[in-house]
């Protein structure tokens, strides 16, 4: 490994500070110092230079964002190093996570006699997370949001059936079908997009 990797700065608490106020020139120092470092450790351990690149610009653009906190660190080294084997963690926890998936989806294509049948694990998989979310609303939005996609009402017959405005119930269902997007896109990912 590179020695500049392992030579402590002399200044580094002076940078530290100087980053803390908002010095891009004293940010630039750490970054050339610690980079080389971070590269090979990062590397050895994912073998893979695109990944390395992109944790490595992830933290430092942490450090930045964070950069007020920077003078409370006894040990800058010890910081970045650390944020850079949790990075690694999650990243070969995601790795690992599209992997079983991936598995998952080949199981379920080969067991799946026609497309029907898998278009029906699909489907039911799908409806099973679209329910949770909805049974997450609050009574009031999981109401105007049966009315409207299991009751085929609009807007104005709810607003006339719970006797408010229309423009309540549409900022309602509009709310309604974001929390129920957003919920699909976390829980069920691969699913979501073959429905959005």
Same mark, same amino acid.
């Given at each position: *490994?590179? /020695?500049? @990797? ?15 106020? $908002? ?8 970054? @050339? ?8 450790? =990062?590397?050895? +351990? +994912? ?7 992109? =944790? ?12 007020? #906190?920077? #003078? $409370? +660190? ?7 190093? &650390? ?7 999650? *990243?070969? &926890?995601?790795? &690992?996570? &599209? ?32 329910? %949770? ?10 109401? =105007?949001?049966? *009315?409207?996609?299991?009751? %085929? *009402?609009?807007?104005?017959? +709810? ?9 309540? =119930? ?15 896109? /976390? /829980? ?9």
């Amino acid at each position: *490994m590179d /020695k500049a @990797a392992y030579t402590k700065l002399t200044d580094e608490q002076t940078l530290l500070q100087r980053t803390a106020e $908002g010095s891009r020139e004293a940010f630039e120092k750490l970054y @050339a110092h610690y980079y080389a470092g971070l590269y090979r450790f =990062i590397a050895f +351990i +994912i073998d893979s230079h695109e990944d390395t690149e992109e =944790i490595i610009q992830d933290i430092f653009l942490k450090v930045w964002v964070k950069k007020e #906190t920077l #003078t $409370g +660190i006894r040990s800058f080294e010890d910081y970045l190093f &650390r944020m850079a084997k949790n990075r690694v963690f999650d *990243m070969n &926890r995601q790795s &690992r996570s &599209r992997l079983s998936l991936s598995r998952q989806l080949r199981e379920i294509t080969q067991e799946a006699t026609d497309d029907s049948t898998y278009n029906t694990l699909i489907f039911r998989e799908y409806h099973e997370i679209a329910q %949770e979310a909805i049974n997450l609303l609050s009574p009031r939005k999981r109401e =105007i949001f049966l *009315m409207n996609a299991r009751d %085929e *009402m609009t807007a104005r017959e +709810i607003a006339d059936q719970l006797g408010t405005t229309r423009g309540a =119930i549409k900022k309602q269902l509009f709310e309604a079908t974001h929390f129920i997007k957003d919920h699909l896109r /976390k /829980k069920a990912g691969w699913i979501y997009f073959l429905f959005f």
